[in-house]
């Protein structure tokens, strides 16, 4: 089965192109949408409310179902702040979604919910019956301590999730400014998980497991400056092996 995969830091901040940013999704529609820096205005925009004229509903939507952190956090986040969010269209049904409070994170409060808002994982199926884990991350940046500190405890809290994640998964991840010094366990060389790497541009990553087969790629950064946003927009359209 095919699936077509974006990830992407849409910053939506009040000067983005909100308008802008819906089209561009709406053109490439991908089953899934691994969003960073993801504000509440710009998801509801994405999936409009159900209450809505059916009509008009089955019209404006992009996507058919949706998980935002900063909605997921305990308690909520704040309406201004800013999460990740994974989307998919129709022909994929949401199972369960996440903030990742269970990872190893080895940071207390009140470190700690800046973490979980920075991650989200959902749990798909496919039209095929095959199940898929969705992930989208935020970077931390620094934050009353040393930015690598703050870098190295996310990735490998991160990292040790995944390991105990069966496959086939895929997640994309702003990952800010390199900080770390010495081996990375997530984004590696020789990361501590069972991913590899899908494409790259600058911080932005995507990563896969082996289930899944890479069939084309791009990296779209005319078209996500033109939507009002600093990162590239990666596209992978991968192909899920039958077991």
């Known amino acids: 089965m095919r699936i077509r995969v974006v990830s992407w830091n849409v910053d939506s901040r009040p000067t983005g192109l909100l ?4 089209d561009l999704l709406r053109q490439l529609r991908p089953d899934f949408a691994l969003l960073q820096e993801i504000g509440r205005p710009v998801y509801r925009a994405l999936l409009p409310h159900p209450s809505a ?11 058919a179902w949706g998980a935002l952190s900063t909605d997921l956090c305990n308690p909520r986040a704040s309406e201004y702040r800013l999460g990740c969010a994974v989307l998919g269209l129709s022909g994929t049904v949401l199972l369960d979604a996440q903030v990742l409070d269970r990872a ?3 940071v207390r409060d009140p470190v ?13 199926a ?16 620094p934050s009353g301590q040393p930015a690598a500190a703050l870098q190295r405890a996310f990735h490998t809290g991160i ?5 105990g994640v069966p496959g086939p998964v895929v997640f994309g991840i702003d ?21 590899y790497p899908v494409l790259r541009a600058g911080n932005d990553h995507l990563w896969a497991t082996l289930e899944l087969e890479v069939l084309a790629i791009e990296c779209l950064s005319e078209g996500a400056a033109a939507a009002g946003s600093d990162h590239a927009l990666l596209l992978a359209d991968l192909e899920l092996r039958s077991p």
């Not at 004229?53 to 996507?63: A, L, P």
Request: overall charge positive; glycine content about 10%; hydrophobic content about 35%.
């Open 19 to 22: 308008d802008a940013k819906v």
């Open 175 to 195: 990952a800010g400014p390199p900080a770390l010094e010495g081996t990375d366990p997530l984004l590696g060389p020789g990361p501590t998980h069972h991913l």
């Open 53 to 63: 004229h059916e009509r008009m509903h089955r019209r404006s939507r992009v996507f």
């Open 112 to 124: 700690r919910p800046g973490f979980l808002w920075r991650t989200v994982a959902a749990r798909a």
């Open 126 to 141: 496919l039209s095929t019956g095959d199940l898929l884990t969705v992930c989208s991350f935020h970077g931390r940046q």
């Open 159 to 163: 990292a040790g999730w995944l390991t």
């Open 104 to 106: 190893p994170f080895e």
